[in-house]
Structure formats: structure tokens, C-alpha cells
């Protein structure tokens, strides 16, 4: 063997380590869902309240790199599609995602469908009770791995490891509730309900933690009327989830113009919680620039990791979200919508 042969094996080797660790492992670190900095750009992404939420048909796409200078980085894309039921007080929805892990030799898709039933409880105030349920199919691309018995055996083509599946499905369950009203909304989820054992392994159950989340948020108007040039509004949003014993909150604000919105998310719980070193816990500060008009948005954000391991190191994550709305038929009916939240 020459030196150069050791050290791509020795590469190849590393990888294998970093993503069997995600295969393998049964620890609620292994088991966290992808996190996306704009959920408020897909907001049936964290609720399926929000399916049908506004009077319009609503496509979200986003794509996130998450620690793109490390091996075990993830890339991830989002899809959401959701319009109003106008006439059965309520709305429907559908999420399609994809994630890559480890040079994308795992990965995991997913396809579930939503639906939220609507019903007032006070003027312009309305709770939207919902179900979410889908399947995902996650898989190891076991030819980008190597494997120590390859070494061993002089760096062979294929292992002899017999213990890893190259794939599996199974069904994933949701439900969430909504609160909308005139200029604020607050919800509450939860994900994975079944708790579906996600492991590659025949040897290993990974059951995935249940996701808890709750989240709101309220828009103050700063100018309006007919001397306003442009609508200007403060949007103050949050988000917090815990999944296992691992808990995240999110909290920012976007200065929202009629054509431009700008924003800043700071991410971690300094004030309710340590981490396990007693050092405070912050995880990352994200800045967030996005243009469009009532039809369609684009979104870019990009998270400056604040934890140990630091921005040079990890190289940061980068977010793009496109969101285009269009008005849809509406048929005769007594019902009316709750007011559009723009999220």
C-alpha cells in the first residue's frame, strides 16, 4: 500500500464511522428531524393547522446545507402544497421532503398528507384542530462506505458486513392545533406519534422520539394609510421543540415591507437551560433577506453557529425558500376565513 492509498482509505474509513453513527446509534441525537431556520415560509412544516390557513393555494419549496465544511453535513429539501376547503371549514395539505447525510450516503424522503377542520370560537378568532400522516423510506447507500474488513482484505470492492439494511419504510403520524385570530397566531404539535423504529439495522430499534413543538407569533403595524407609501410591519415570531432530551427555541423579528423583508433569529435557551459543560447554551444567530409581493416570496438565511463548534469549522448553514400563492375557485358559502396570517 502507498501513502496515498492509506490516506483515502483512511477518509473513506472516516466516513463510514460518521454515518453508521447516524445508522446505528439509538441515542435522541441520531433521531432529531432536519431543522429549518424560514419554518415560518412553510409553516405546515411544524403544524398541520396552518394546511389551509389563508385564503389562498399556497407552494413552498425550501433547500438547507447545514454544515457544509464537515463530512457528516446535511443538505435537505422541503416541499409543502396547501389551499382552503372553503365549503367543509377547513383545509388540506401535502409535505414532500428529502434528506442527505454524509456525502448522501444516507438518506431519507418523506411524503404525508395533512388536513385541519375549522371552527370559530370568538370574533375573527379561530381553532384549527388538524392530522398529519405520511410514509418515509430512509436508506444507506452502501457502496460509498468503506468498511474495516475492506481494509483488512486489501481495500475489496464489497463488504462482508450482513448486518446493516440498504433501506426500510415506514408510517409516520402527526397531529397539531392552530389558534388564529386578527394579528396573532399560536399552535402546538406533535410528530412521530407511533414512534416507528427507524433503524437501518437488524440488530438495533431506533424508535424516533416524539416531536413536541409550540410556536406563535403576532404582526404589529408601524405605518398604514393613505400617506404610507408602503405597509410596514414587525413580525415577532417563536418556536420551541423538544424532541427526547433535546430541546431547541427559536425566537426572532422581521422588519416586513410591502416588497422586502429582513430578519434576525437567535437560536438556544441561555436562560432556561445549561448544556451538560455548564457553559450557556446557544446554538446559532440567523440572519434572514427576502423580497417579493402577495404572490410570491424568495427567502435566503444564513446561520452563524455560535455553539463550540463554531462557524469556520462547521462553514455556517445556508437556507433558500421560494413561496408562491394564487387565489383558487370559491364556490356560495355562509363560511368565512379566518384573517390571512402572512407567517
Sequence with gaps: MNINFNVRSANNLLTTIIVLTFVLLTSSATAQDLHFTQFNAAPTSINPGYAGAAEQARAVSLYRSQWANLPQAYTGFHFAYDRPLFNQNGGIGVLVSHEEAGAGALSSSRIAFQ????????????????LQGGIVSRSVNLSELTFMDQLLRQDAST???DG?????????LGTG??????????????DHLNKPNS??????????????SAHGGGR?????GPRAKYAKDIVVAFNYTKQGNIDQFDIGTYYD??????????RGIPLLQKAADESIDVDAMSFIFGFGNDTWHIGYSYDITLSKLGTMSSG???????KYMWDIARKQTQHKSPPCVQY
Excluded at 125 to 130: H, L, Q
Excluded at 164 to 172: A, E, L, P
Excluded at 316 to 322: A, I
Design 115 to 130: 388536513y385541519a377542520y375549522e371552527f370559530q370560537i370568538g370574533p375573527r378568532t379561530y381553532i384549527r384542530p388538524a
Design 159 to 161: 463488504t462482508l458486513e
Design 164 to 172: 446493516i439494511m440498504s433501506g426500510k419504510q415506514y408510517v409516520d
Design 177 to 190: 392545533v392552530l389558534m388564529v385570530s386578527k394579528g396573532f397566531w399560536l399552535g402546538a404539535s406533535a
Design 199 to 212: 433503524s437501518l439495522s437488524y440488530d438495533y430499534i431506533e424508535r424516533l422520539d416524539m416531536r413536541i
Design 220 to 224: 404589529i403595524p408601524l405605518l398604514r
Design 257 to 266: 415591507l410591502d416588497f422586502m423583508t429582513l430578519g434576525v433569529w437567535y
Design 316 to 322: 455556517g448553514s445556508h437556507e433558500l425558500s421560494l
